[in-house]
């Protein structure tokens, strides 16, 4: 049965964001507080034989693209395995990745066989002691050799996801575009957000990236273009060149009217937005024994309760959980 997942507001619902761990190798000042030990407990977490079994209601109802994040995914053991399971699932045309890259220089090949196409890696900084201060003590030099290996493995194309902070990393766009460009990959710009205490104290470093559009198109001329993927970015292409950068602005120009995600957190919880706190939970009526057409009711039901828009600008008290929960 192909069904289409369709939100209150008539939103195509095709794109899940699947984080499998809430755990990471890393602190990003305003994804995860640096003492920060609350984890869910392994026991909570879904299975891979539950993920599968939620992925597949999903693709029922026409899921077609899906994204493994975290947390850090590849903190979670065996991930090939699951990613081969997902990849077998019929529907699902599109597996890719959201990584910090701290472990991908192993992982880059198993998991590019098993099935991850596309890869966006978390770098806001290219200098060593930035980037050691900005995720709490993370090695620049294992990153870099990290995405060098996803290249060599095929994933592509490769974007390197930038929050873009005031008086932190505005100074380093041109080095980020100029290690780009030669690479192939794509600079995302990415807007802090009000989501847990830490993505609030980072709005203390908002910048605007309408703004450094302008700046950007002023010194190095930017068409408009576009990219593979499901996701909100607006993209720009340097003219005479492939080298396109994209703009994610949540807080300056928000998307939410061509949403078309949802999110499901390791512990079996659907997130329906990223500025919400609703959740809806599978984990019980899964172990409870739920047949597949009570699963798909539930996936529906939870889509339901999907809002329309976030209200970071309105509540930036609202989202309590922090990014790592379910990824950015
Ligand atoms: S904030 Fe919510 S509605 Fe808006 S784009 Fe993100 S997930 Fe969709």
């Known amino acids: 049965m192909s069904q289409q997942l369709t939100d209150n507001f008539g939103r195509r619902i095709d794109y ?17 507080p640096k003492d920060f030990k609350d984890f869910a407990e392994p026991g909570g977490w879904l299975s891979y034989e539950e993920i599968t079994r939620v992925v597949m209601a999903f693709a029922r109802l026409g899921l077609r693209h899906l994204r493994i994040t975290g947390g850090e995914p590849l903190v979670r053991r065996d991930l090939p395995i699951l990613v081969r399971e997902l990849a077998a699932i019929p529907g699902i045309e599109d597996i890719s990745l959201s990584s910090n890259c701290t472990r991908m220089e192993k992982l ?91 993505g609030r104290k980072a709005l203390g470093s908002y910048l605007d990236l309408g703004k450094v559009r302008k700046r950007l198109a002023r010194s190095r001329g930017l068409e408009p273009a576009a990219m593979p993927g499901a996701g909100p970015a607006r993209y720009y292409r340097i003219p005479g060149s492939d080298t396109t950068i994209g703009f994610i602005t949540p807080i300056s ?42 699963l798909l009711e539930h996936v529906l039901a939870a889509v339901r309760t999907k809002p329309e828009r976030h209200e970071f600008n309105e509540n930036q008290e609202k989202v309590v959980r922090f990014m790592s929960m379910t990824g950015g």
């Open 108 to 198: 880059a090949r198993p998991l590019a066989e098993a099935g991850v196409r596309r890869l966006n890696v978390s770098l806001d900084s290219l200098r060593p002691e930035r980037y050691r201060e900005i995720t709490g003590g993370g090695k620049l030099d294992k990153v870099l050799r990290g995405i060098e290996a996803a290249r060599e493995a095929g994933m592509a194309p490769i974007k390197i996801n930038t929050v873009a902070m005031a008086g932190f990393n505005d100074d380093e766009f041109d080095e980020l575009i100029d290690y780009c460009a030669p690479r192939g990959y794509t600079l995302r710009l990415i807007e802090t957000m009000p989501v847990g205490e830490t």
């Open 253 to 294: 120009q928000h998307f939410c009217e061509t949403c078309n995600r949802v999110r499901l957190s390791c512990e079996g919880d659907i997130f329906t937005c990223l500025g919400d706190e609703h959740r809806y939970g599978l984990i019980q009526p899964l172990r409870d024994g739920c047949s597949d057409d009570e």
């Open 16 to 32: 899940l964001r699947l984080s499998v761990t809430d755990r990471c190798d890393l602190r990003c000042q305003y994804c995860m």
